[in-house]
């Protein structure tokens, strides 16, 4: 087991920051969204090759990947071409209460990790904020996060993250590589469809 001195510094979580209800809220938030905004295929540049989760956004920007645009941020959800829905308040409330960053996020990824979906480890570095915190939080199934250093291929820990949970990458840890090595699928029903439902609030602009 890590000691919490072994995480980079800026690296906080937050275990069962949000209620049981303020959960059901957040994903009621997520259905509402993907009404007008629905999930998305994201693709690696250059190869095609498809995420394992499939995508949305909340905010003024979208964070999108094609294979021909690559990593980007966008106005417009890239089949409907209409802006994407507005960031909830319960989450602008959470970025104000757990950083002391002066402007709003204008992002927030709505991630959705379906029955084997993870994340490869990935540093985030599409943002022209680069020293902005990001914040994340975790709906549904648990997933193991793993969080290394600056450099690839490193040493890394682990955290199990759980429904409700809120991470925070500052500082030096947000330089740090991370991702998610494992969802535990099934184990929870708060998603309608199964899954785990990941929200990463980013500042993109200076
Ligand atoms: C990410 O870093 O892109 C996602 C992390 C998560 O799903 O908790
Ligand atoms: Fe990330």
């Not at 494992?182 to 929870?188: L, M, R």
């Not at 708060?190 to 500042?203: A, D, E, H, Q, S």
Request: some cysteine.
């Amino acid at each position: 087991m890590a000691k919490p001195s072994d995480f980079p510094d800026g690296f906080a979580h937050y275990p069962l920051y949000f209620s049981p209800a303020e959960q059901e809220t957040l994903i009621a938030e997520v259905r509402t969204a993907t009404e007008t905004a629905p999930f998305f295929q994201p693709r690696m540049p250059r190869t095609g090759t498809p995420l394992s989760v499939v995508m949305s956004n909340f905010g003024p920007l979208g964070w999108v990947t094609d294979k021909e645009g690559g990593y980007r941020y966008e106005a417009q959800h890239p089949k409907t071409g209409a802006p994407w829905p507005p960031l909830p308040d319960i989450l602008t409330k959470l970025w104000q209460d757990v950083t002391d960053w002066p402007d709003l996020p204008e992002a927030c990824l709505i991630n959705w990790y379906k029955d084997g979906a993870k994340m490869g480890m990935h540093v985030d570095r599409d943002e022209l904020a680069v020293n902005a915190p990001v914040v994340s939080v975790s709906l549904g199934d648990p997933a193991m996060f793993r969080i290394g250093g600056p450099q690839r291929g490193g040493k890394t820990q682990g955290v199990k993250l759980l429904s409700g949970d809120v991470v925070v990458l500052a500082k030096e840890a947000r330089r740090c590589y991370h991702g998610i090595s494992k969802v535990d699928y099934g184990q929870s029903a708060l998603v309608p469809k199964g899954g785990r439902i990941n929200l990463t609030m980013r500042r993109v602009n200076l």
